[in-house]
């Protein structure tokens, strides 16, 4: 008649029967310790060798121990039927082997009942795929952890009070009696064994030896793994700071924007009953990524393990990493995966690593990157996650705007500009509204465009202010005197960068073309406006402006030049900002006709300055003071060239005029018009003009008369070179 086997009720029982196990080892360990020359009750065991221990040591052969081989109670004559405690060595082999055959009996039976009870250490044996032996030699580690009784009893075992852990030897000694068997077991508590590379064993060494052999190392396994085992749901502690569970019951936000079409593909490919694979997902912050891998891990009902690959020490807390990963059977999404690439390949060592992990390990960078010598074993997938063109934008704004003061009653330029001139994911437009809320409560208004502007550009890439300098907008059009034709070519550019939905993608227009950006040359002498028109510009369109120092960034070493501005639109490109590209001059001076190589390095730096900008989906902005420098073939490449001319009288009188704020003291008399005929100079020596003369003003405790703006003039002659004249400053 066959007996049936009762299956556990809790994975806390199904534990505690392993230990039981695992304790008739140990018993079966003392029985022949008591009985082959270990005195239990010797008061300074552990302290001193007795002569007569020694002795004892001598006549016996390689692999034999006082106690812990079977061959030494042949000698004997007892042939391992010495009695202890009313048993003998024979009946605890024979008590070992029937417990675990009950054991596993047990186990299959509640493993095979649809009803299943997790058993957790049942899922670490199945994780790790241990065999029988691997199995035995952790429940033995795990008894210390456990109860302290086992640290006296190991102790004992080792001959020495302060070893309290079992020693590698002390292990292979409890597993058998053989020395053969012993041997052969050897390697699984070896470093290379599945045991300590899956950091399911900790090794180390406890005492004042410098150079233990391995028999004389200790294991112990991790604090970590016993919580596991006693049922808490926990990362280990060394994983704190650089990986996290997701909450697979919290919805994340950017999944309503993910594409039906790509969501669906992915379900497909990472289904239960599909290969397992990996996933490289491509694409900036806020796109979906993570959404993504929450969709595939509810479907398959497994965890969700978050690694930050920025702030993971891989060469240490990789083995940890993918240990938590087996034993939860987690899918692991690792962000910030760029940081590992090196010519865009990851370490070979990671890779490795990560391709032998039995689930799905999903990789969410930028660059695009490939494997080596592992994609046979798994399949990689790359998935790219599109950034949203503008009308999906439009809708995405409207959406987080709807319980907001704007999205109560939108003003459809509002959503128009937002939308056109912040290219940003369904992440980061969810981030700007909460970042404008913010601003709105601290200044008590209710949301309104101007918060929205200001947290769009703080939420814009700010990585290029190391590259270029960013300039506070301070100008409007009462600021600037320009000749009617100039005004108007600036507000054509304006529209221009307003009606690129429109045209690009209602009309259709920008399929055809490779870069959607605006590209303009402003040319002129110093000082005739060029600066102040791109602070205009951007302020009209709600933007950051950016100025660069090409002369800055020109080197002599062949190569470097390019370099150095790749950085900047690089970083420009998601800093939704206008780029100015002062002092022009420093590159656009070495156009010439190609006599030498350096020559041809020059105009190479040139046409790539200009690739780059009509890849760029921004404004760019180049200004130069060399208009006559510039031929056919450069100057048809942008879609701006807006000449400043030198200001004529009428509208120098203007700038002298606008440079005089209305609460400045002006003594009478002042005669404008005198100024703007006696001092051909453009609005920027007239701006310093004005300033100097304010100052020497402000000194005297007197309003601003003529012969302040005299001595002014005459200093800035003088700083300029020019020739000085008395008549001019009377």
């Known amino acids: 008649m066959r007996v049936r086997v009762e299956p556990f009720t809790s994975s806390r029982e199904h534990l505690l029967a392993g230990l039981a196990y695992a304790d008739l080892r140990v018993r079966w360990g003392m029985a022949r310790a008591f009985a082959h020359g270990l005195v239990p009750d010797d008061p300074f065991k552990g302290l001193y060798l007795a002569r007569e221990q020694v002795e004892a040591l001598l006549p016996l052969a390689v692999g034999e121990t006082l106690w812990a081989t079977a061959e030494q109670s042949n000698n004997n004559g007892s042939h391992g039927q010495h009695e202890q405690n009313g048993h003998t060595a024979v009946s605890y082999e024979q008590q070992i082997a029937s417990s675990r055959a009950h054991w596993q009996a047990r186990t299959a039976a509640t493993t095979n009942n649809k009803e299943e009870t997790p058993l957790r250490l049942a899922q670490l044996t199945h994780a790790f795929q241990l065999n029988d032996l691997e199995l035995d030699i952790f429940l033995i580690a795990l008894l210390p952890e456990l109860d302290p009784r086992y640290e006296r009893l190991f102790a004992y075992l080792q001959d020495d009070v302060t070893q309290k852990r079992p020693s590698i030897d002390l292990i292979l000694n409890l597993l058998t009696d053989d020395f053969n068997e012993k041997l052969s077991a050897r390697p699984l508590l070896a470093a290379h064994g599945r045991l300590r590379q899956q950091k399911l064993l900790d090794c180390f060494h406890d005492g004042p030896r410098t150079n233990p052999t391995e028999l004389d190392m200790f294991v112990r396994p991790p604090t970590h793994l016993v919580h596991y085992l006693l049922g808490e749901a926990v990362l280990d502690e060394a994983l704190v700071g650089c990986a996290v569970w997701a909450d697979l019951a919290e919805p994340v936000r950017e999944a309503q924007w993910l594409s039906a079409e790509l969501h669906s593909r992915l379900l497909a490919c990472t289904a239960r009953d599909t290969a397992v694979c990996n996933l490289a997902f491509y694409g900036g912050y806020g796109l ?265 960034l020109v080197s002599k070493y062949i190569g470097e030049t390019e370099k150095n501005l790749e950085r900047v639109f690089t970083e420009a490109a998601t800093s939704n900002a206008v780029l100015f590209f002062d002092e022009a001059d420093a590159i656009f001076g070495k156009r010439s006709e190609v006599k030498d190589s350096k020559d041809r390095y020059a105009n190479l730096e040139i046409s790539y300055l200009l690739q780059r900008m009509e890849a760029y989906d921004g404004i760019a902005i180049l200004a130069t003071n060399m208009r006559a420098n510039l031929d056919e073939a450069f100057t048809r490449r942008f879609d701006f060239i807006t000449d400043f001319p030198f200001p004529e009288a009428d509208a120098r009188e203007e700038i002298w005029r606008i440079h005089f704020p209305p609460q400045a003291p002006v003594a009478d008399g002042l005669d404008l018009a005198l100024l703007a005929q006696r001092y051909p100079v453009a609005g920027g020596s007239i701006r310093k003009m004005v300033l100097a003369a304010a100052f020497l003003a402000a000194r005297a405790g007197e309003p601003i008369s003529m012969s302040h703006l005299f001595h002014a003039a005459r200093r800035d002659y003088q700083k300029m070179g020019r020739l000085l004249e008395e008549s001019l400053f009377v």
Request: hydrophobic share 40%; charged share 20%.
């Open 288 to 552: 979906g990524q993570l959404a993504a891998a929450h969709s595939i891990a509810s479907q398959r009902q497994e965890p969700l393990l978050i690694i930050d690959c920025a702030q993971l020490d891989w060469a240490e807390q990789l083995p940890q990493l993918l240990r938590d990963g087996r034993l939860y059977g987690a899918v692991l999404y690792c962000k910030n995966w760029d940081v590992l690439l090196e010519a865009h390949r990851p370490p070979q060592s990671v890779i490795e690593a990560l391709w032998a992990y039995p689930g799905i390990v999903i990789l969410a960078g930028v660059q695009a990157w490939q494997a080596r010598r592992v994609m046979h074993l798994k399949p990689l997938y790359e998935v790219r996650f599109p950034e949203p063109a503008y009308e999906e934008r439009r809708q995405i704004w409207a959406h987080y705007l709807q319980h907001t003061a704007v999205g109560n009653n939108p003003d459809p330029n509002d959503l128009h500009n937002l939308a056109n001139h912040f290219k940003f994911s369904p992440g980061q437009i969810a981030d700007v509204v909460a970042t404008a809320g913010h601003i709105a409560r601290w200044q008590d208004e209710p949301l309104d465009t101007p918060h929205l502007l200001t947290a769009s550009r703080t939420h814009s890439n700010q990585n290029l202010a190391d590259l270029a300098t960013k300039i506070k907008l301070r100008h409007s059009w009462h600021d600037i005197i320009l000749p009617e034709d100039t005004r108007q070519q600036l507000q054509e550019l304006i529209n221009q960068a307003r009606q690129r939905p429109v045209v690009h993608h209602a009309w259709g227009f920008g399929a055809k073309l490779a870069g959607k950006g605006i590209s303009a040359l402003f040319t002129g002498e110093p000082g005739t406006g060029k600066t102040m028109s791109a602070d205009i510009i951007t302020g009209e369109l709600g933007l950051d402006l950016y100025k660069v120092d090409l002369s800055s």
